[in-house]
């Protein structure tokens, strides 16, 4: 049995600034990052991209995005906040939590975290020593056959929101 992993950075937030000082967790997306967003989300869903399960660091700007997102996917899907998925998060926790998802029967599960956190996850799970670009609102296949686990998985695609046009 295949599980697909589907790991996505956040959409085009609010920039940093005094204002998010105290608390970076509560800066949200944009408008125009939400509007973005929502098309990538559309898209992607529209290729077949549609998890069962899509689990969120809680960050507000990462919650915003799994919400659209699991909005686009409909049929169901569930959303859930995962704390290894915040920034600087437990690979390893994230990768427990995925297996045990999949044990129950989810071929399909989403992460939605941070940069750069989002590159040497991918790279960890593929095997490699280099982190990938994420930019905004990018989105990762990776692929694994039996188990998940660091180095077991295989990236099918790793696509932007500039290549799919928006």
């Known amino acids: 049995m295949s ?3 589907y790991i996505i950075r956040h959409a085009w937030a609010e ?3 005094p204002q998010w000082d105290a608390d970076d967790s509560r800066r949200p997306l944009t ?21 069962s399960i899509v689990a ?24 859930v906040d995962l704390e290894a998925l915040e920034p600087g998060g437990r690979l390893d926790a994230a990768i427990e939590w995925t297996a045990t998802q999949a044990r129950q029967g989810a071929t399909e599960i989403a992460w939605v975290g941070h940069s750069p956190d989002v ?16 930019a905004k609102g990018a989105s990762a296949l990776v692929r694994f056959d039996f188990e998940i686990a660091r180095g ?9 929101a500039k290549i799919l046009g928006f």
């Open 119 to 134: 590159e040497f996850q991918l790279a960890a799970l593929i095997g490699g020593d280099a982190a990938l670009r994420f």
């Open 15 to 17: 920039a940093r600034g």
């Open 31 to 51: 408008e125009e990052g939400r509007r973005r967003w929502l098309q990538v989300a559309c898209q992607l869903t529209e290729t077949g991209v549609r998890p």
């Open 3 to 5: 599980i697909n992993l």
């Open 152 to 160: 077991l998985g295989e990236l099918q695609w790793l696509v932007t």
């Open 56 to 79: 969120t660091s809680p960050y507000v700007r990462c919650r915003q995005t799994a919400e659209i997102f699991v909005k686009a996917v409909g049929h169901g899907c569930k959303l």
